[in-house]
């Protein structure tokens, strides 16, 4: 039985990402109190037909004493072999009051209270906070669209294999953030930028000129053999401590040239030593799968927000 966990910040997109795996075949169930966990897992496993892939969403509408033993009950669950993925979404806090504001909805935590809406989220997220440290994969949904969201689900969640790590290297440019799924974090901005050659401009790090440029540099090189060195030397150590997902970001300032050129460079290397290795670049909204064939770059899909 596969047991996914789906929790985060209430308009982050966690009822988009239940539906994604109701379509993909998941039995899903909304708004599952925590302490039922224990009694879904026996009901499933003593049906009839065992239902082999199951999906719920637990978040700040349970109670909180049942949020507070969540730890204990996941722990439970995996001592009895159940498989469990914990996902959790999470957005920037001034997206969410844009979010809300645009819909006139109400946080599930200003019912019945005298919160504010921007003391509800920052209390929301308090409330979550075990569930967040326990996650095997966070999404930030900060700049995702509806369908960039539901593919994230698709590849990452419903296609991930037990005890498989799956590698994560993503772009992106400082000026917008650190992504806040990243697990480590190299800093590009000390190479040479192509940014600052007119013709080489709105170019990204997957043309071929944005490449020659950046490879007549040995400072480049060695960049790109310390990261790759330095993945290589921790993987297994993360692969062995049992870790579902590790996300490698690398930033430069605008994640468009030099981070990007890294990290399809990085991505195509790992794809031949390990299965499940992924490419995202965040400020170009590309986001694939990679082998070691892997197919050209695809252009980047039309945005459509929550």
Not at 271 to 288: C, D
């Amino acid at each position: 039985m596969q047991l996914v966990i789906i929790s985060g910040r209430s308009g982050s997109g966690k009822s988009i990402a239940l539906q994604a795996l109701e379509d993909l075949g998941f039995y899903a169930i909304d708004n599952l109190p925590a302490m039922l966990l224990g009694s879904l897992a026996d009901e499933l496993h003593s049906g009839p037909t065992e239902q082999s892939n199951v999906a719920v969403s637990i978040d700040a509408r349970n109670l909180p004493h049942a949020l507070e033993r969540f730890p204990r009950l996941l722990e439970e669950l995996r001592q009895r072999g159940v498989e469990c993925q914990v996902i959790y979404l999470t957005t920037d806090a001034r997206i969410l009051l844009e979010r809300y504001s645009a819909t006139r909805r109400r946080h599930p935590l200003t019912k019945g209270s005298n919160m504010t809406l921007a003391e509800a989220i920052d209390s929301e997220e308090q409330t979550l906070t075990d569930i967040r440290d326990l996650a095997d994969l966070i999404i930030d949904t900060s700049r995702l669209s509806v369908h960039e969201l539901r593919g994230r689900i698709a590849d990452q969640v419903a296609s991930h294999r037990a005890r498989q790590l799956t590698l994560t290297v993503e772009s992106f440019g400082f000026k917008r953030g650190v992504p806040m799924d990243a697990d480590i974090v190299f800093d590009a901005r000390c190479l040479p930028n192509p940014y600052w050659d007119p013709s080489l401009r709105s170019g990204t790090g997957q043309d071929a000129n944005i490449i020659a440029f950046l490879e007549q540099y040995p400072l480049v090189a060695d960049m790109y053999a310390d990261i790759l060195g330095w993945i290589e030397r921790w993987l297994p150590a993360y692969r062995d401590s049992h870790r579902s997902y590790l996300t490698v970001a690398i930033g430069c300032t605008g994640g468009q040239h030099r981070s990007v050129y890294l990290a399809e460079k990085l991505a195509r290397q790992l794809a031949n030593q390990q299965p499940a290795v992924r490419l995202r670049h965040r400020e170009l909204g590309i986001h694939r799968a990679l082998t070691a064939a892997s197919p050209a770059p695809s252009a980047p899909p039309d945005r459509e927000g929550f």
